[in-house]
């Protein structure tokens, strides 16, 4: 077959389209997302974007008990959103392969932490595989559907952000010839968790292991590289060629299964060399175990502890603890340089409510003039949406975790919060995990007000269907759920829906919901520019203008101030009518519809 | 053609990780082993966007280390300035002559840095600095989206790939309704001559 160019993301796909997959279920997160992405343009295999991480590990696991392959796919913090239904896997085994893929995140590129999702496969006693290149992602996603069958066990597959988006040679090999009628055999006591059934899988899990490990001591995927005998590196993932490059004349003991750990082979490996380097991102995962082997190896004592590495931070490391000499030092880069952090995008429909909430919060601030103590207590959550923490907007207090927003602003208001608390989430992150916690504010009677941010689509992660939006993966309908309806079966009696693109209603909107004495929820609605790309006559600034910059604080990035100071919109990314909230903003009416369409 | 090692850097929205997709299926279809990567902050959404390609027999890390960057592609001045370490001694430097300034320069609480200290930069790395009128060109062209191809254009000078290859990669990579201009817009990149 031929030589491919591919993502991890897509050599995951690849894998599992070649390995006979049938059922892959996700809910996107960078840097996972496009691994559900490319296996919807298969059409053998059913993709669907599940409303979270447990219900598409749950999705998996049901098509595997059926006896076809399967896999779920998240990143890293989504495994902690699925972490029953992946413990749940682990105790019951499978009957059709089942592939788990977590993505990490180290460096946090676009996360809320840095978590190790090795840590997982330990606490499940499943065998966890970690890919370091987009050959390996192919190659590894195959071996993973085998040894899950093989073993009775879901395989963690664990690719990390740059394997995940770096782009590599990929040499696919003939698919597999899987022909599965999927079928249900009844065996309750390895698929009927209670307790006299689980206690007698538990110990097979420990059994598994062991045969794992074996297996592990003479699989390809843990393989020795013979070099020098002065140094050895044990190493797994995208942090093999890091060392590789720095270190080209090290041997090298590659683990691509990076739990349980064949402890034969290492100790083989360890007494041909004179010291021990362990080179892995984020936990010292692979280290502790050496420990506990009795090795000394030197690891995070030398190598960092957190964020992502890179060849020139293993050999910066390496230098700093006097086991290399340093390398030519490249020039630091200019860390005065005025910084470039993502925004909302022109026309984006949550740049009023923000800018709503800004005001309203005393939390924008005209060039020159003095801040004022912010009002209002804003509880934020995951998702584009999120962006509306930058300045000139700044209009969010907290953001932990998918969902939580609402959850918090509850515990605020029962903890005696004297200003009523708002939340602010969006329709994908209401589907995912918010939807339980209004059910919990609906039920304990939580005296806040909720904005439902809905622009009909995941936008943070490349717009992805979900169960407000009702589109496939492959860009099919499906059936959706309207909000409002679902707020209101909920049993929210104050529920409000306003236009995201008119201030006025906007704002009276969110003054109700602050001032009504019960929970309130306002759904304001407006469609992402950048999935719907509509545009219209693009805005104008007129001669009325005195540079006063009120419409900067809009955050459009559209809006601009020339050498001169002077106000101009970017005519070649505004949107025009579909938004003109600058339009509504400005004191002076100085903004107004330019006479063509760019 | 010897391999590279190439950075490309801009802003998002400009087109950067296509023109790193493009000059990296040439590359693969020369026959190297091809790594590539981007980096996109919190997705892109007017942020910085960076992208590292290598192609040459062998390449372990997608990521280059600083200090072994052959070309840097910059399709924005601010982001040239940022990555200039990048370069090695003698590396070269093709910066589009456009100033974005980031919201934090707008509202007036951080400086953009004016052409001297862009020139500051690259004078102690290398003397191969090529500024471009890429964005005024696609505009003339009648889109400013244009100026990855425009920058393709102009680069393929110094890659030792056969501009008929890369046009057709080019091709390749776009939907009918957008091969016409960008082909046009990559002879104009040929064409292109860099300001004093
Ligand atoms: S357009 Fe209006 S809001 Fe913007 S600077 Fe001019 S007068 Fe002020
Ligand atoms: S109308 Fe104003 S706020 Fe909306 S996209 Fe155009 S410039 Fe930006």
């Not at chain 2, 997705?43 to 007017?46: D, F, K, S």
């Given at each position: 077959m031929e030589r491919q160019l591919l993502s991890g993301n897509e050599a995951i796909a690849l894998g599992a389209a070649h390995a006979g997959v049938r059922v892959a279920a996700a809910y996107p997160g960078t840097p996972s997302t496009e691994i559900l992405e490319a296996a919807a343009r298969f059409p053998e295999i059913y993709t669907e974007w599940s409303s979270n991480e447990a219900v598409a590990v749950e999705v998996a696991l049901g098509a595997s008990y059926t006896g076809v392959r399967a896999m779920a796919s998240m990143k890293h913090v989504g495994l902690n959103v699925a972490a029953d239904a992946f413990m749940a896997a682990a105790t019951t085994g499978v009957r059709g392969g089942l592939v788990i893929i977590s993505a990490d995140d180290p460096g946090i590129h676009s996360s809320q932490n840095e978590q190790d999702s090795r840590n997982y496969a330990r606490l499940g006693r499943v065998p966890c595989l970690e890919p370091a290149d987009s050959q390996e992602a192919y190659t590894f996603t195959r071996l993973a559907f085998e040894l899950s069958e093989e073993f009775d066990t879901p395989v963690l597959l664990r690719p990390t952000t740059r394997v995940c988006h770096s782009k590599s040679v990929v040499q696919p090999v003939e698919p597999a010839a899987i022909t599965l009628t999927p079928q249900f055999v009844h065996e309750p006591a390895k698929l009927v968790m209670l307790p006299g059934a689980a206690r007698g899988r538990w110990p097979k899990l420990t059994e598994r292991l062991e045969k794992l490990a074996a297996w592990g001591e003479t699989a390809e995927c843990n393989h020795i590289i013979n070099g020098s005998a002065e140094l050895g590196i044990i190493t797994s993932g995208i942090s093999f060629h890091y060392a590789r490059e720095v270190f080209p004349e090290a041997s090298f003991l590659k683990l691509g299964l990076s739990y349980p750990l064949p402890e034969r082979k290492i100790k083989e490996f360890t007494a041909g060399v004179s010291r021990i380097m362990v080179i892995e991102e984020n936990d010292g995962f692979l280290e502790l175990q050496l420990k506990a082997m009795g090795l000394s190896v030197i690891g995070k004592a030398a190598f960092p502890r957190t964020g992502e590495y890179s060849p020139d931070i293993i050999r910066a490391a390496a230098a700093g603890a006097g086991l290399t000499r340093p390398g030519n030092p490249a020039a630091a880069g200019d860390t005065e340089l005025a910084k470039r952090p993502p925004l909302l995008c022109p026309g984006c429909p949550h740049a009023g409510i923000y800018f709503t909430l800004s005001s309203l919060g005393h939390r924008s601030v005209l060039p020159g003039r003095q801040a004022r103590p912010p009002r209002l207590t804003i509880c934020g959550d995951i998702g584009c949406y999120t962006l509306g923490a930058y300045a000139p907007l700044s209009a969010m207090d907290t953001c932990g975790c998918m969902g939580a927003g609402i959850s918090q602003a509850a515990g605020m208001a029962r903890a005696g919060l004297p200003e009523k608390p708002l939340a602010v989430i969006g329709d994908s992150t209401f589907m995912h995990s918010g939807i339980n916690s209004l059910l919990n504010a609906v039920y304990n009677q939580a005296n806040i007000c909720v904005l439902i941010l809905d622009n009909a689509t995941t936008a943070m992660t490349g717009h992805q269907g979900h169960p407000g939006s009702g589109v496939s993966p492959a860009g099919e309908r499906r059936n959706n759920v309207v909000i409002e309806n679902l707020v209101r079966g909920a049993g929210v009696a104050d529920v409000t829906v306003v236009d995201a693109f008119d201030l006025k209603a906007v704002r009276n909107a969110v003054k109700q919901g602050l001032a009504a004495g019960q929970l309130a929820v306002v759904i304001v609605r407006g469609d992402c520019p950048t999935l719907t790309r509509k545009r219209g006559k693009p805005r104008l600034v007129n001669e009325k203008c005195d540079d006063c910059g009120a419409c900067l604080l809009v955050g459009c990035s559209a809006i601009q101030r020339d050498e001169d100071g002077h106000i101009f919109i970017d005519r070649s990314v505004c949107v025009g009518e579909y938004c003109t909230i600058c339009q509504q903003v400005c004191p002076r009416g100085a903004i107004v519809e330019a006479e063509t369409a760019s | 053609m010897n391999g590279m090692n190439i950075l490309i850097v801009g802003v998002g929205g400009q087109g950067v990780v296509l023109a790193s997709n493009i000059l990296a299926e040439a590359a693969l279809s020369a026959g190297f082993e091809v790594k590539k990567t981007d980096t996109l902050g919190m997705?892109?959404?007017?942020g910085s966007v960076v992208s590292h390609l290598r192609y040459a027999e062998q390449v372990a890390s997608p990521l280059i280390p600083a200090g072994e960057v052959d070309l840097l592609l910059a399709f924005e001045k601010l982001e040239a300035v940022r990555w200039a370490h990048f370069l090695k001694p003698e590396g070269i430097a093709i910066i589009n002559n456009l100033m974005l300034p980031p919201l934090s320069v707008t509202l007036g609480t951080a400086a953009y840095p004016g052409d001297a200290a862009v020139q500051a930069a690259f004078q102690r790395i290398t003397p191969s600095v090529h500024l471009v009128p890429g964005t005024a060109t696609a505009e003339a062209l009648g889109n400013a989206k244009m100026v990855n191809t425009i920058l393709l254009g102009y680069a393929v000078r110094f890659l030792g790939i056969e501009p008929a290859k890369l046009q057709s990669i080019i091709e390749a990579a776009l939907p009918a309704r957008f091969r016409q201009t960008n082909v046009a817009a990559f002879e104009a990149g040929r064409k292109l001559e860099a300001i004093d």
């Open positions: - | 997705a892109q959404r007017g």
